[in-house]
């Protein structure tokens, strides 16, 4: 099975200048934890994502008044990515990995064209997967090395 079957396809986007009571109110009216930041509209090329633990962690957390703070300033530069022809054990074995719950879906040229994420692949893998990729995405994030490059050509 491939990431192009079961990746979120129709996904929010936010852009570096947007401030962060838009970007969260984006995730609350899309039900989601995670939005890819692409630098302009027109080519979608994924510079971050942006969580809703950055945003409690770095922005509520420190007092930072949210109607203020930018996501360029607050967003997660490092991240992991895959393709649309990557299969799903490798994002699976991403995900454990490097104990992240989404993935950016990028092209060739880095733009972003989905999302996948740990409730994508456990429903559509065995047993055993699932169980595993849940195992390791529930340990200390403090157990694991910060990531240092990104996967993918960013």
Same mark, same amino acid.
């Given at each position: 099975?491939?990431? &192009? @079957?079961?990746?979120? $396809?129709?996904? %929010?986007?936010?852009?570096?200048?947007?401030?962060?009571?838009?970007?969260?109110?984006?995730?609350?009216?899309?039900?989601?934890?995670?939005?890819?930041? /692409?630098?302009? @509209?027109? #080519?979608?090329?994924?510079?971050?994502?942006?969580?809703?633990?950055?945003?409690?962690?770095?922005?509520?957390?420190?007092?930072?008044?949210?109607?203020?703070?930018?996501? $360029? !300033?607050?967003?997660? $530069?490092?991240?992991?990515?895959?393709?649309? !022809?990557? #299969?799903?054990?490798?994002?699976?074995?991403?995900?454990?990995?490097?104990?992240?719950?989404?993935?950016? /879906? /990028? #092209?060739?040229?880095?733009?972003?064209?989905?999302?996948?994420?740990?409730?994508?692949?456990?429903?559509? %893998?065995? $047993?055993?997967?699932?169980?595993?990729? %849940?195992? !390791?995405? &529930?340990? &200390?994030?403090? &157990?694991? @090395? %910060?990531?240092?490059?990104?996967?993918?050509?960013?």
């Amino acid at each position: 099975m491939y990431v &192009s @079957e079961i990746m979120s $396809k129709n996904i %929010a986007v936010c852009f570096p200048d947007m401030n962060i009571k838009e970007c969260a109110n984006l995730m609350v009216q899309n039900d989601c934890g995670e939005i890819p930041v /692409v630098g302009s @509209e027109a #080519d979608k090329k994924l510079i971050g994502v942006i969580t809703d633990r950055d945003i409690t962690c770095r922005v509520v957390a420190n007092g930072i008044n949210p109607c203020e703070a930018k996501v $360029k !300033d607050y967003m997660t $530069k490092n991240i992991y990515t895959v393709k649309i !022809d990557d #299969d799903l054990e490798y994002c699976q074995q991403l995900m454990s990995e490097h104990q992240v719950r989404r993935l950016p /879906v /990028v #092209d060739d040229k880095m733009v972003c064209i989905g999302i996948v994420s740990q409730a994508h692949a456990a429903r559509h %893998a065995s $047993k055993e997967g699932a169980g595993e990729l %849940a195992k !390791d995405l &529930s340990r &200390s994030r403090s &157990s694991l @090395e %910060a990531p240092t490059q990104n996967v993918g050509n960013m």
